[in-house]
C-alpha cells in the first residue's frame, strides 16, 4: 500500500505542475483556453491573475515533491498530509465557485490519495 500512495501522491504533483504551466503559460493559447473553457478576450483580460494561480499550484506541487524525498518518514508522512490537505480544500472550494470539474479534476484525486497514505501510514 506504500508504493500505491507514494504512486498517487506523485501523480497529485504532477499534476499541480501540469496546472502550472497550464495557468502560468499556456492561459491564452488554444490548449489554455480550452482546458478552462475561455474565450480569448476574457483570458486575455485574467492572464495575470491566473499565473497567479498557477504559482500556487506550484507551491502545492513542491509540497508534495518535498514529501516524497524527505529522509525522515513521520515528517514526510505529516508534509503528505498537510499538501494534500490544502489540495482537497483547494479542490472543494474551486468546485464549489468556479467549476464543478474542479472537484472531479483536483479535490476527489487528492482525497484518494489522502486516504491511501492514511492506510499506508
Known sequence: MHALATILVALIALEHVYILVLEM??????????????????????????????????????????????PEPAFAFQIKLFFLGA????????????????FVIQALPAAIALVAVLIAG
Do not use: C
Not at 26 to 42: I, V
Not at 92 to 97: C, S, W
Open 87 to 102: 489540495v482537497v480544500v483547494a479542490g472543494l472550494y474551486g468546485g464549489a465557485t468556479a467549476s464543478r470539474k474542479i
Open 25 to 70: 503559460f499556456l492561459w491564452t493559447t488554444p490548449r489554455g483556453l480550452r482546458a478552462f473553457g475561455m474565450k480569448p478576450a476574457d483570458a486575455e483580460a485574467t492572464k495575470v491573475l491566473a499565473a497567479n494561480q498557477g504559482l500556487y499550484n506550484g507551491f502545492l506541487a513542491a509540497g508534495l515533491f518535498w514529501s516524497l524525498v524527505h
